[in-house]
């Protein structure tokens, strides 16, 4: 089993930044696959960055691309996502999941991830 608790949201202004961070319980943290997707009120999860197990491959959405930057500390079983120029269209409830299962291929559809945080709720204010 594994744990994932999400922290960093936040109320920031239009073109601001905030750094998301997923701590993750459990001692195969480093061999999954880590993702982020986000939910917005009335809207669909959709997804937002995913890394492999090792941070080598990395896929983001094309909405995102640019700003947004996954990256993970296997030492500290934390992945984070570091969000720069953010938009109001970015507020969301953002989740972070893992996956156990090919952890070399960030995968983006939430169905193959088997763990999922609580979430965190950002704001981006215009």
């Known amino acids: 089993q594994v744990q994932l608790v999400e922290s960093g949201g936040g109320l920031v202004q239009a073109g601001g930044s905030l750094r998301l961070s997923c701590a993750a319980s459990?001692?195969?943290?480093?061999?999954?696959?880590m993702g982020w997707f986000r939910q917005a009120p009335g809207k669909e999860r959709e997804f937002v960055a995913a890394?492999?197990?090792?941070?080598?491959?990395?896929n983001y959405a094309d909405s995102v691309k640019g700003r947004f930057t996954i990256s993970r500390d296997n030492a500290k079983n934390t992945v984070y996502l570091q969000m720069n120029s953010l938009k109001p269209e970015d507020t969301a409830d953002y989740y972070c999941?893992?996956?156990?299962?090919?952890?070399?291929?960030?995968?983006?559809?939430?169905?193959?991830?088997?763990?999922w945080g609580q979430g965190t709720q950002v704001t981006v204010s215009s």
């Open positions: 999941a893992a996956r156990s299962r090919g952890g070399y291929r960030p995968e983006t559809t939430g169905d193959f991830y088997e763990y």
């Open positions: 459990g001692r195969t943290f480093s061999g999954y696959a």
């Open positions: 890394t492999s197990w090792d941070g080598g491959t990395t």
